[in-house]
């Protein structure tokens, strides 16, 4: 079983306010129609469709003032208009997809995930369905509310499930040395030991290794899940067949990270 | 505390498939918006939306066949796309609307609700937001799948909520002595006791009451909560200012089941 996480910065573009690469997301349902083989959980990133939102109310703060009530509910309604896209996308090549809004079931304490009854996710998956899930507004018993990520999801996820694998499509290739955008000798790390990793998750950056971006929050999150004996693997889903390819246990270019 | 089950024939154009009634939704989000004060729990029905492919996939009979499953997430879909109108709605007038999905959360058996964790919703409702249900397609722990409709959803949410009310907002003004559709000497029943609604319920027909149409089911769901001491009052929504009145406990013609 695979879980993969498709970054929001893969999907939308991430310069204009609810702009979707529809191009890309149609390929990617493509190669997941073709890949089919291994049951398979998706998980996608906001982009431009949550992150200015969640921002402009303050929602990853928590509860302020009244005013981020209907911020909340137009963040997450956001989020559903991009995951209407993947789920349109996705049953028009005869996926089976099975969208599980994450505020509808998940409870967070101080932005992690407290309350999961994931009872839907296995039983839905065992029937055969490919669970759709995203990152959410989410209701939280310190804060209030609060942001969940598709980063922090996937990694429980592929916890709980004990997955093959757990796959962060990305839009570069993998975890460097240096910011490969500004530094021309950056050279991509092609398997990260769970030392490395460690390391680079407690210092927030490291000499050896580009943690910019999203790159220390997906390190971060990934800890437990390479402790636990599952593979993780950082490759860009913006090259077209790397997530069939992925999926299907090939090798790809990309960062292995694993214990 | 309101439940109010809003009917699919009411926000919908139940001859054209998947044609939303969308005059008839924002009068209604805007009746919702004005009437706040005590906390509400939304839940509308399919309509046009959900019953034509509910039917073509056979999804009521549970699992039979594969395609079903493709079935299944266009079924739920559609549901969605009803949602998100219904959410954009009350959004736009302020209302923080909290949208729950029903197949994220509940298993029936059977076809009725067994697994419901409510645990999302009371926080939600408790924060001041309103949460949105809708009938929709669940898994089903003896049959692989079916369809959970809108009435026994929102004669649960009574129950397990303890609401002032349970109201059904449906396109005639309430229960008649006969189909008012066809007799003109029909008369509309003001008000009818938990003994006369049960033996309706129990023949399945009537000499004295009207059982065409929805109606039956409705009788049927709202037993146990008129038992459990909640009045559930059966109105039309499709004319104006009913709705708005409901919600603030004044009178409406219609007709009001009671102990």
Redesign the interface.
């Known amino acids: 079983m695979n879980v993969l996480k498709l970054g929001g910065s893969v999907i939308t573009n991430k310069e204009k306010p609810k702009t979707a690469d529809r191009a890309t997301i149609e390929r990617l349902a493509e190669e997941i129609a073709l890949s089919r083989g291994e049951p398979l959980v998706l998980v996608h990133g906001g982009g431009s469709f949550g992150h200015p939102l969640a921002e402009k109310f303050k929602l990853t703060e928590g509860f302020k003032e009244?005013s981020q009530?209907?911020g909340?509910?137009?963040t997450?309604?956001a989020m559903?208009?991009l995951n209407?896209m993947i789920?349109?996308a996705?049953?028009s090549r005869?996926?089976?997809?099975?969208?599980?809004?994450p505020?509808?079931?998940?409870?967070t304490a101080n932005g992690r995930i407290k309350?999961l009854?994931i009872?839907?996710l296995k039983?839905?998956l065992k029937?055969?369905?490919t669970p759709v899930l995203h990152g959410d507004t989410v209701?939280d018993?310190h804060k209030?509310?609060s942001i969940l990520s598709g980063d922090q999801l996937s990694a429980r996820l592929a916890l709980e499930l004990k997955t093959t694998r757990l796959i962060f499509g990305v839009d570069v290739d993998g975890i460097y040395t240096s910011n490969p955008k500004l530094n021309p000798d950056a050279r991509l790390l092609e398997s990260l030991s769970l030392s490395e990793a460690r390391n680079s998750a407690e210092i927030g950056r490291s000499t050896a290794i580009d943690v910019t971006g999203g790159m220390l929050g997906k390190i971060y999150e990934a800890l437990p899940v390479v402790e636990a004996g599952i593979p993780v693997l950082i490759l860009n889903a913006k090259k077209p067949h790397n997530i069939f390819k992925a999926l299907r246990g090939e090798s790809v270019v990309g960062t292995i990270l694993r214990r």
Chains 1, 2 share one sequence.
């Open positions: 009244a009530f209907l909340f509910s137009e997450h309604r559903v208009e209407d789920i349109d996705l049953i005869g996926v089976a997809a099975f969208p599980l809004p505020s509808s079931f998940i409870i309350t009854d009872q839907v039983k839905a029937k055969g369905f209701l018993s209030g509310f």
